[in-house]
């Protein structure tokens, strides 16, 4: 029964890196790539396990799924912040038979991940998850009745509550905040003052780089594709390094910039490598992305942290508030300040349409595009809800809805 | 004489509209089997052949639907929903604001404006449930020609209930009824309520102002508008040939 | 040049000219809208609560009020109500040298790590009324004085207790005012209680933001003239994330901005028109410091993150 | 505190013993002298100074001269800017008996800031008498006196000149009185409150210099209070010139800086301590 399994985790292993090399190699084949790009793509080309990756970056390596846990503190306790993130279809079918058919597609690609790497005993990977959704939450029972072994004797939850506004609430995730500090001093890190400030001020640099790509985005100087690209590459490399070559990402001349596309706003699940079915979909059909607020996008952390108090305490509040009241995540209770960053978005970059992708499965996502729609609309933006999951069969469904859609867009 | 062909590559079935200026000379339909471009290019033959006429006088062809880019001759590619907008609002005499368009595999809901653009619309998700396939599933189970659906609708008395969420699990529930012995007049009509729901839980908050047209293939069976009717408590009304709507909007779209 | 580099150089010019003004020869007259302390030799300026507890104030005895000393009185209180008209908070965010000598107290206590003793914003609302109450006190005790009703030391009696009195003075070499006071028994309270009050001051000073700024009278009497301020927050709630960070990065700790939803003023009684909360808000327009319709500086998710301002290495953290 | 107080107050009792004895033989302040009654603003916004002129009984109240001229003073005269001061002519106000000498009512007005220098002569007998005394004043009216002509006339009594308050002449108790009269005797009797206390002699500078004892009365009556002090200078050739000056309460005698910083210290204390255990709102460290 061990050989059977271990055969299809090989051929399933085999054919997400084909999935892989096919992306890549799209990707390269573009006309508006520059070499400014490669240090990204070899990244992906790498392998993505906790050795690999802590190897790269020097440092032993805490993964996570969601980005409310705060990243700065985990750096500054010298660890690796790495989400453990997987857009292959591949992956997701290998986790089918342990899982429920409608399991969100990018948790049931990181199970198969993980299934295809284990050989079923506990892992000793470091995972930080805070408790956002329902499958984060079953995410270690996933794990379990699909094969990969358990991860529970290095895992350490965070509870989010799930009011984001209010005092309670905020207390209670500065009680989890000092909870992981203490979980990561056990785990040998060391978090001083100066530490703390160090890793806020890298991550703000990586965060001035990132607004920098989506300002060029915006302005139509790169493409979605590269964007997404670039921000999926954040947690695959020391923040330092990423920060350093994305900010040497100079448009190629004449880039993807051309007037009559529509431009629209990309909300909803996150699109992550290899996975940019509905990016390139997007792009086909003559509608750019102006801004989005993917997890995945504009969204891989909240921004830089902004603090007054630069005591110790201060900072571990400031990081705190930032990553539980700043976080526009669907499962919050009182979100409604979310459409608020789209209106925001829109003031600075003229976009006329707002395209939510839901990944089936994605319950929390699927509702909120019930409830965005019709404010958005009374603003005068189009709207299109797009279901799809990592399978590239409905790319047709899809794109007649989006060229419809381009239809309803009035052009620049 | 100038003809304008529109061809709508639907997922089940085929359809081609020959126009001479605005008015509809030949329509046709036929089942979509691999090679479609082939099967597009039989039917038209027919349809030349029964008016007469040279593939020389074909002024344009546009074609639309999911093969639209199997059809490789065609002069204009052109989405389904714009081309089934300008059917719509053409053939009801500029009098649409909302289409239902139960197609074959998907279900549209069409907001145009006054001047017949496409204002706003909705598809539904991944999922066949209330739409053609589950007439073709109910017509293949209860061996009864389509067709007839309408008539048998209507002599229904006993109240039956479908569920509206999956079309595969449908199929097993009308088995089970008919093996119940429920009448099939019955789960005609159920049928028919199941697609309905179905529909305005897609409309949604979509308020259907101005006139309701409902087109497509399973509109051919009055039965699927009526229930609509007290579904949505609208009129609605149903175009002469619902089942061609789409590639005769593709049709005029091609313009003078 | 970060807003709020500009804002430290205006600040410390602000404080050489109500401080030293006076001795380059500068006099910007009675109605000073913020600390220029009358009790440092040689200020550029009177502090406009001297002049309102004196004789151009609620201090004027009867027989002045009924001919020119009104006149004076509203002709001062004329160019008070301008100024304040003209730059608003700016006064107290800006320019007064007394908002410096805090910020460099807390600039102090950030170099050196100590914690904040943040106070919750419902306490914080709670002391709102207290600077009201300080200014009932100088519009009911100089016209007591002058009446004779009280003693004569009783004289400017919010200047007996204003630690500006006593700390002002030291950067001009005066310590008369840290010392206590025998010549009788009320100059001796006076002088008890402005150098406890002092002492509490600095403590509090240096442990919170702009801690005296939630108990200061002119503070209050410039917001009583907001109707008439062109200078104003303004918020376009429909852009706000709510992500904290103007809460955050607010030295007086103000919850308004953040929470309002509905309208767009947020110039409520404790701000101080620093626009540290515009600098530090990643939304693109939400926040801005207008003059009447003007915007004079607005949000922007680039100057959040450290694009805009020409200062390469933008410090978000003070 | 208290203890000091206590102290300063016995010793008083014993000087005030001392000096009554002494002072009963040559009391009587009977030659020309001012005393400021009260100064008070006008309703234009100008100050009214008004003064009472003891007239010793051998000078006869008409034939006194009284003038005053505004002298250029610091910073606050900036605005005469030290043109030639105007010398104004003021006649004296109603009279009225005050032991056997007489006792007449002069008001001065000024509407402008500066220092003046207000002087009586009269001649009793074949001796002239000069009451002299200056004062500082803010006018903000910029009127003129209106009931005094302008004079270029001016008593050629000895040159005098006040050696302090170069920006603001306001003397204080502790601290010291200097001014200079040409060809004055070596000393001139002080009297404080109308009785002769002690003498004040000229310094090698040639001013006599005079440091006016504190006072717990005008300590405790507030900062307008004042005590008279009148310098009395027989000249060589017989002819008398007193010199008023009216004390304040002092503005550096009775503070204690030591106490101030301990009150100060003890405060930051207790604050510190309310603030840490205050602060506790979290537990977390």
């Known amino acids: ?412 | 004489m100038a003809f304008k062909v529109g061809l709508d590559l639907g997922s089940t079935a085929i359809k081609a509209v020959i126009v001479d200026g605005d008015r509809v000379a030949w329509q046709g339909t036929r089942a979509t089997a691999p090679g479609q471009e082939a099967v597009a290019e039989g039917l038209l033959d027919e349809g030349l052949s029964a008016l007469g006429a040279r593939r020389g006088e074909i002024s344009g062809i546009a074609s639309t639907g999911y093969g639209k880019k199997l059809y490789a001759s065609a002069d204009r590619h052109i989405d389904e929903i714009t081309s089934n907008a300008a059917g719509a609002f053409i053939l009801s005499g500029g009098s649409a604001r909302t289409v239902i368009n139960v197609g074959g595999q998907d279900l549209k809901i069409l907001t145009l404006d006054d001047s017949g653009g496409v204002v706003d619309f909705k598809m539904n998700d991944k999922c066949a449930a209330g739409t053609g396939r589950f007439f073709e599933l109910a017509a293949r189970i209860l061996d009864t020609p389509l067709g007839d659906f309408a008539k048998l609708c209507l002599d229904s008395e006993e109240e039956v209930e479908i569920n509206s969420t999956c079309v595969v699990f449908a199929e097993s529930e009308m088995v089970s009824l008919l093996a119940r012995g429920v009448k099939k007049e019955d789960i005609i009509r159920a049928l028919h309520c199941s697609v309905a729901r179905r529909v305005s839980g897609l409309a949604g908050r979509l308020s259907p102002d101005g006139r309701v047209y409902l087109d497509g293939g399973p509109a051919q069976n009055g039965g699927l508008a009526s229930a609509l009717e007290d579904e949505l408590m609208t009129e609605i009304n149903v175009l002469e040939a619902p089942q061609f709507t789409v590639a005769y909007g593709a049709a005029m779209s091609l313009g003078a | 040049m970060t807003v709020r580099n500009l804002r430290g150089i205006v600040q410390h010019a602000g404080f050489i000219v109500m401080m030293y003004g006076g001795r380059f020869g500068l006099h910007l007259g009675s109605a000073v809208p913020c600390f220029a302390c009358p009790f440092v030799p040689g200020c550029g300026g009177f502090c406009y609560l001297m002049g309102l507890q004196g004789y151009i104030g609620f201090g004027m005895g009867a027989a002045v009020a009924s001919g020119m000393g009104l006149v004076t009185a509203l002709g001062w209180f004329a160019v008070f109500a301008a100024s304040v008209a003209l730059l608003g908070k700016l006064w107290c965010g800006w320019i007064c040298p007394f908002g410096l000598i805090q910020d460099w107290l807390s600039a102090l206590r950030r170099h050196l790590g100590v914690r904040e003793r943040s106070i919750p914003y419902p306490v914080m609302r709670r002391l709102a009324w207290v600077k009201y109450v300080l200014l009932a006190g100088i519009a009911i005790i100089p016209p007591l004085v002058t009446a004779g009703i009280l003693h004569e030391d009783f004289y400017l009696p919010f200047c007996g207790i204003c630690p500006g009195k006593s700390l002002l003075p030291l950067f001009a070499g005066e310590t008369r005012y840290l010392a206590l006071n025998y010549d009788n028994l009320v100059t001796l309270g006076f002088s008890v209680a402005l150098i406890a009050i002092t002492g509490a001051m600095l403590v509090g000073m240096f442990l919170k933001d702009r801690f005296f700024c939630i108990f200061c009278p002119l503070l209050a009497f410039i917001h009583m003239l907001k109707p008439v301020t062109a200078l104003r927050l303004a918020k376009t709630p429909d852009t706000c994330v709510g992500c904290g960070n103007c809460r955050r990065a607010c030295p007086m700790e103000i919850e308004a901005v953040y929470r309002e939803r509905a309208s767009s003023d947020v110039q409520s009684d404790e701000c101080l028109d620093c626009a540290a909360c515009v600098e530090a808000c990643p939304s693109d327009f939400a926040l801005a410091l207008k003059f009447l319709k003007v915007k004079l500086f607005r949000s922007s998710r680039n100057y959040a993150a450290g694009i805009g301002g020409n200062s390469k290495k933008n410090e978000l953290s003070r | 505190m208290a203890r000091r107080t206590l102290l300063f107050f016995i010793c008083v009792a014993l000087l005030m013993q001392f000096t009554e004895d002494e002072l009963r033989a040559a009391d009587g302040m009977d030659f020309l002298r001012w005393r400021m009654t009260e100064q008070a603003r006008t309703s234009d916004g100008g100050m009214v100074v008004s003064f009472d002129l003891s007239i010793p009984p051998g000078a006869n109240p008409e034939d006194i001269e009284v003038t005053y001229r505004a002298l250029p003073q610091g910073n606050i005269g900036a605005e005469t800017g030290g043109s030639a001061p105007e010398t104004y002519r003021k006649k004296l106000g109603d009279t009225r008996p005050e032991g056997d000498g007489t006792v007449a009512d002069v008001t001065v007005y000024s509407g402008r800031s500066e220092l003046i220098e207000l002087t009586a002569a009269s001649r009793a007998g074949d001796a002239r008498q000069y009451a002299l005394t200056v004062f500082s004043c803010f006018g903000e009216s910029g009127n003129e006196d209106p009931d005094a002509e302008r004079t270029n006339y001016y008593p050629n009594r000895p040159a005098f000149r006040v050696a302090t308050g170069q920006y603001y002449f306001r003397a204080q108790t502790g601290m010291p009185i200097e001014f200079s009269l040409d060809s004055g005797p070596d000393s001139v009797s002080v009297f404080e409150k109308g009785i002769f206390t002690s003498t004040a002699e000229r310094d090698a500078s040639g001013n006599y210099v005079y440091v006016p004892p504190h006072d717990d009365e005008l300590s405790e009556a507030g900062y307008t209070a004042k005590k008279d002090v009148v310098f009395a200078a027989s000249m060589p050739d017989g002819d008398l010139i007193s010199f008023y000056v009216p004390v304040y309460r002092s503005f550096y005698g009775k503070i204690d800086l030591k106490g101030g910083l301990a009150v100060l210290s003890g405060s930051m204390l207790v604050s510190a301590a309310l603030a840490m255990r205050a602060g506790r709102r979290f537990p977390w460290r």
């Open chain 1, 1 to 412: 029964m061990v050989k059977r399994a271990r055969k299809i985790s090989a051929k399933t292993s085999e054919r997400a890196r084909s999935e892989v090399r096919k992306s890549l190699e799209a990707l390269a084949a573009r006309d508006d790539r520059s070499a400014d790009f490669d240090y990204f793509m070899d990244l992906y080309g790498a392998v993505q396990t906790p050795e690999a990756v802590s190897e790269r970056t020097g440092r032993p390596v805490v993964s996570l799924l969601c980005i409310q846990a705060p990243i700065e503190l985990i750096h500054a306790a010298g660890f690796h912040p790495h989400k453990v993130v997987s857009g292959s279809q591949a992956m997701a079918n290998m986790a089918l038979q342990g899982l429920p058919a409608l399991t969100c597609p990018m948790l049931r690609a990181v199970t198969g991940a993980a299934a295809a790497a284990s050989d079923g005993t506990p892992g000793t990977r470091r995972w930080v998850l805070p408790t956002t959704c329902d499958w984060v939450v079953k995410f270690p029972e996933m794990l379990e009745s699909s094969g990969a072994g358990s991860i529970r004797p290095s895992l350490h939850w965070m509870e989010l509550p799930h009011l984001k506004d209010g005092d309670s609430g905020q207390a209670r995730w500065l009680e989890e905040v000092f909870g992981l500090k203490k979980f990561l001093e056990g785990c040998g890190g060391k978090i001083s003052r100066a530490s703390l400030d160090a890793s806020i001020r890298i991550y703000r640099d990586a965060w001035r780089a990132l607004t920098r790509l989506a300002m060029m985005r915006q302005e139509g100087r790169i493409a979605a594709v590269w964007f997404a690209l670039i921000a999926g590459a954040f947690f695959l490399d020391s923040p330092e390094r990423w920060t350093k070559a994305a900010l040497s990402v100079n448009p190629p001349p004449g880039g993807a910039r051309s007037d009559e596309r529509a431009h629209v706003f990309l909300a909803g699940s996150p699109i992550f490598f290899p996975n940019f079915k509905l990016l390139d979909l997007l792009e086909d059909s003559g509608v750019s992305i102006a801004a989005d607020d993917l997890c995945s996008g504009e969204r891989i952390f909240p921004g830089g942290v902004t603090y007054r108090d630069s005591s110790e305490f201060g900072m571990m509040s400031a990081l705190a508030q930032r990553y539980h009241q700043g976080c526009l995540c669907p499962t919050f209770i009182d979100n409604d300040r979310r459409i608020n960053n789209i209106l925001s978005r829109r003031m600075a970059s003229d976009f006329q349409g707002v395209v939510f992708h839901v990944l089936k499965g994605c319950h929390p996502y699927d509702l909120e595009s019930l409830s965005v729609e019709a404010p958005l609309k009374e603003r005068g933006l189009k709207f299109l809800r797009l279901e799809t999951d990592y399978a590239a069969e409905d790319s047709q469904n899809l794109r007649t809805r989006i060229e419809a859609f381009r239809g309803t867009l009035s052009r620049r």
